[in-house]
Every structure is written in structure tokens, then in C-alpha cells.
């Protein structure tokens, strides 16, 4: 899952045991947006100007009112979401938009309950394993979590009642299941700890819980990332000051082996972006703006440390579209768009980037993707973009 904050040596270790998501599912009503029918409406949207240089990036003359916020790819699928704000009297209103076809057309869903200021409220992770199937965070009392789902692609969501002390730090997907880094909070000013592992099928709520492959205790909860029956956890161990771990399991959690990874240390530690089960990505906050984008091709044994054009990675956006490419922005060159390719590591400049601030990019094939530009102005707008030849040129979108 990619969260809205936008990440050899054999350890032996001590197992200890995940605690299961302890929930009941709560039936709700389908929790529209603005309309009890709104998951019926389809429009087109309205586009601005053709962009091929970046110089046009104000908010769109033709506004709407509502503020793109967030985007979230549907697995590997063509389908993208869009959570937007808006201003509801006194209070920050949000809707959540699918398009199927990188733009062109969007269709109003239902929205998770989500409160507060902007930018996205108190919604801190948002992940669609597939077009139907997806899980919303948002934050409860103290650092705990408020779990919602949906198995209909966002037509109607429940929430799920978890433990009133259980807090969801990370979760991921494949097609067919989540995964979930899970802990306890005793209090509001404790922090949280004892972290597992959960998994679920996609398409229902049967969380079970799995054995995290070392202990928790001191740790900061572990990234998790899964591709097919492939899981990885990773993070950085107190007791190893400096090294950063790399568990991997084959069997969707159930056994780990576990191997000190000195190429995937950081600050906080290194999400991991697996496109196949042996392509990984890892995204390594290093720290004052800047960070390491290695490269995994053997599943996680072996890592190379990608250069991201000359200067290193800075403060930019990375989509690791497919097995054999990625596409980023480096926020040292920010004008310009770069494909990376996976076997050699060539660096190729595809276009112009809509915005000199962009805060995502989410390529869904060879033609079509969606851009969010950062906070615009002084009521800090943000700017969606669409893309139909692969990057080379943008249209403003408003929804």
C-alpha cells in the first residue's frame, strides 16, 4: 500500500506471536457522496488546456470547488481512485472518485467516513488489492484505527469494529488478499507496540493472524509489501544499530527467513514496491529531502543502488509501473519526467512534467496515467493531470 505519508547475515531471532484484527462487521447503510444514488452517476470531466511544458500551473479557471487530494491505483489494474475535498458549510466535506480509463471519464462512488482538516482528514491509508475490493484507515481515539472496507469497488462500505486499542500501521495487497502490520496501544500516551502480522482474503473479512519473525520489542513496526504468495517485511532493529532487516516469506506469511540488508538502510526505514516476484523496488528516506531508490531483481537476495539521475533522488515522486520499467520525477530536475528501465538501469527523459511540485504519479499503462500536483496557492489547491501518450503531454482534469 502506498500510505498517504508519502516511503548477507542470517539473524537468529525470537518469534513472537501476531495478534489477530479482533472485529465484528458493523452493517451501514451505503455511505454515498452528496446522493443516495451517487455510485449510479458516470461523467465526463471537464479539461483545461493542453500542457506540454510546466509553466501553467495555476488551479484550473473552471473550478469546481473540489480539491483532488489523494490518488490510489486498484492493484495493477486500469482502475485509479481520487479522493477530493470540499468546503461544506463549516467543515471539510470529502468524495471519492474511480476512473477506469485514465481520466477521461469519472464515476462518483461512496466515501469512507472520514473527519477533520485538510488535506485528507483523518484518512491516513487508502488500498484497492483490485477494482472491487478495498480498505480505508482512518484514525480513531489516540493512535488507534477505524477500519472500513468495501468488496463492491467503493459502491458501499461497513466498518469493521477491530479492537478499540488495535492500531493498523501498514497494509498491503495482492489480488487476492491484505496484509496488515497491526499493534496495540494501551493508552493515548503510551506508545503503540507489539506488532504482528494479520492476512485476509480480498473479498471478505477473515483476518488471521501470522507469526511476526522476530520480535517486536523496541521496534518500530515493520513496512510489509506482497506479490502473489511473496511477502516482505522490512525495517530497522535497535539491537542491530545501523542494519536494516529484510524478512521474506513464500507462503503468504506463514514462514520468514530473515537477512541483515545494509543496502536498505534509512531513517525510517524502506517501503518496498514489488512489481513481480522477483522485481523489487525499495523507497529509502535517507534524510534531509533526500533518500535511495535501490533495486532488487532476484526477490529481495541482491540489491543495487539506482542512481536516479546524476545527483541522487531528492524530495520527488517514483511509480514503479511495471516489471520492466519505473517512472519518477527527481525533485533535483523537476521539469522533466524519467523512465528507468529494470535490466540495465538506463535513464530516459519522456516528457515534461505538468507541474514543478508534483506529490504523485500513477502510470496505469504504456498510454494512460494521472499526476496530483502539491499544494498550489495560498488556499493550497492541488492540480490533477491526465495523460494519454505516456507522459509526453498533460491536460489539467477537473472533476
Not at 471478505?204 to 502473489?228: C, D, F, I, K
Request: aromatic fraction near 8%; glycine fraction near 12%.
Amino acid at each position: 500500500m502506498r500510505h498517504i505519508r508519502q516511503r548477507s547475515r542470517t539473524a537468529r531471532v525470537e518469534v513472537t506471536v501476531a495478534m489477530a484484527l479482533s472485529f465484528a462487521v458493523l452493517a451501514l447503510p451505503p455511505l454515498a457522496s452528496g446522493t443516495s444514488d451517487s455510485h449510479k452517476l458516470s461523467h465526463r470531466v471537464s479539461s483545461g488546456d493542453l500542457l506540454i511544458a510546466s509553466s501553467a500551473e495555476g488551479v484550473p479557471s473552471a473550478d469546481t470547488g473540489m480539491n483532488p487530494v489523494l490518488l490510489t491505483q486498484a492493484g495493477t489494474s486500469d482502475v485509479v481512485f481520487v479522493v477530493l475535498s470540499t468546503t461544506c458549510g463549516h467543515r471539510t466535506c470529502f468524495h471519492l472518485e474511480r476512473t477506469s480509463n485514465g481520466g477521461k471519464v469519472f464515476s462518483l462512488v461512496a466515501t469512507p467516513p472520514i473527519a477533520g482538516a485538510l488535506p485528507t482528514g483523518n484518512l491516513y491509508g487508502l488500498d484497492f488489492a483490485n477494482p472491487s475490493d478495498g480498505y480505508a484507515l482512518t484514525s480513531g481515539r489516540g493512535s488507534t484505527t477505524a477500519l472500513f472496507a468495501t468488496f463492491d469497488g467503493g459502491r458501499s462500505w461497513h466498518r469493521e469494529l477491530i479492537r478499540t486499542d488495535q492500531r493498523v500501521e501498514w497494509i498491503a495487497s495482492t489480488p487476492t488478499a491484505f496484509y496488515a502490520v497491526v499493534g496495540t496501544c494501551p493508552d493515548p500516551k503510551t506508545s503503540c507496540g507489539g506488532w504482528g502480522l494479520d492476512r485476509t482474503p480480498a473479498s471478505s473479512s477473515a483476518w488471521t493472524g501470522r507469526s511476526l519473525p522476530l520480535s517486536s520489542h523496541g521496534m518500530e513496526p515493520p513496512q510489509v509489501a506482497a506479490y502473489g504468495s511473496n511477502v516482505w517485511l522490512t525495517g530497522q532493529q535497535q539491537i542491530l544499530p545501523g542494519h536494516a532487516f529484510l524478512a521474506t516469506s513464500h507462503d503468504n506469511g506463514r514462514t520468514f527467513s530473515v537477512a541483515v540488508k545494509p543496502a536498505l538502510s534509512s531513517v525510517n526505514g524502506c517501503g518496498l514496491d514489488p512489481t513481480s516476484p522477483s522485481i523489487i523496488w525499495a523507497q529509502c528516506d535517507g534524510g534531509n529531502m533526500r533518500g535511495d531508490i535501490p533495486l532488487s531483481r532476484d526477490g529481495g537476495a541482491h540489491w543495487i543502488t539506482t542512481s536516479m539521475d546524476k545527483g541522487g533522488f531528492a524530495w520527488g515522486v517514483f511509480d514503479p509501473a511495471s516489471r520492466s520499467a519505473a517512472y519518477f520525477v527527481n525533485g533535483l530536475y523537476p521539469s522533466r519526467i524519467y523512465r528507468i528501465d529494470v535490466q540495465d538501469q538506463g535513464i530516459a527523459p519522456i516528457g515534461r512534467a505538468p507541474n514543478s511540485d508534483l506529490s504523485a504519479l500513477v502510470l496505469t499503462g504504456a498510454s494512460h496515467g494521472l499526476a496530483l500536483s502539491g499544494p498550489v496557492g495560498a488556499n493550497d489547491r492541488r492540480v490533477l493531470y491526465r495523460t494519454s501518450d505516456g507522459g509526453a503531454e498533460w491536460q489539467r482534469v477537473v472533476i
